[in-house]
């Protein structure tokens, strides 16, 4: 929600900068919003399987009772995800960054530098 009041502030500073002023504001606020939770359940649905916690409020800047079911059910979705659904999910991300290992090989099919250098530097620093 911090975010959302962070891109909200910077929307409405360039706004004001580009001189369209107050005039257009609510139309570019109201499109913030609903794209910002949209990117927010997508993003969610990504990693938990679930819509984004809280969309309700950056939708519409107001919680409500049928929203908090909403969270709630969503919350309910996540645990059952997390419980029963996650262990393959997160096997298959392992393979396809490298982190599962078949016998002395790590496989991977797909390359990340970044995350190698990473993995790297981690590695030289530990010390067994």
Same mark, same amino acid.
């Given at each position: 929600? !911090? @975010?959302?009041?962070?891109?909200?502030?910077?929307?409405?500073?360039?706004?004001?900068?580009?001189?369209?002023? !107050?005039?257009?504001?609510?139309?570019? @606020?109201?499109?913030?919003?609903?794209?910002?939770?949209?990117?927010? *359940? /997508?993003?969610?649905?990504?990693?938990?399987?679930?819509?984004?916690?809280?969309?309700?409020?950056?939708?519409?800047?107001?919680?409500?009772?049928?929203?908090?079911?909403?969270?709630? !059910?969503?919350?309910?979705?996540?645990?059952? /995800?997390?419980?029963?659904?996650?262990?393959?999910?997160?096997?298959?991300?392992?393979?396809?960054?490298?982190?599962?290992?078949?016998?002395?090989?790590?496989?991977?099919? !797909?390359?990340?530098?970044?995350?190698?250098?990473? *993995?790297?530097?981690?590695?030289?620093?530990?010390?067994?």
């Amino acid at each position: 929600m !911090v @975010q959302t009041e962070l891109a909200r502030a910077m929307l409405e500073r360039q706004l004001n900068t580009r001189s369209w002023g !107050v005039r257009g504001s609510d139309i570019y @606020q109201a499109r913030l919003k609903d794209m910002w939770a949209n990117n927010g *359940d /997508n993003l969610s649905m990504l990693y938990t399987g679930s819509g984004a916690l809280n969309s309700e409020y950056v939708r519409t800047g107001k919680r409500t009772f049928v929203g908090r079911i909403d969270d709630l !059910v969503r919350s309910m979705n996540r645990m059952y /995800n997390n419980a029963f659904l996650d262990e393959a999910k997160q096997e298959l991300i392992d393979c396809l960054i490298g982190r599962t290992t078949v016998g002395q090989a790590t496989t991977a099919l !797909v390359q990340h530098p970044v995350a190698d250098a990473i *993995d790297e530097t981690l590695a030289s620093r530990y010390v067994p």
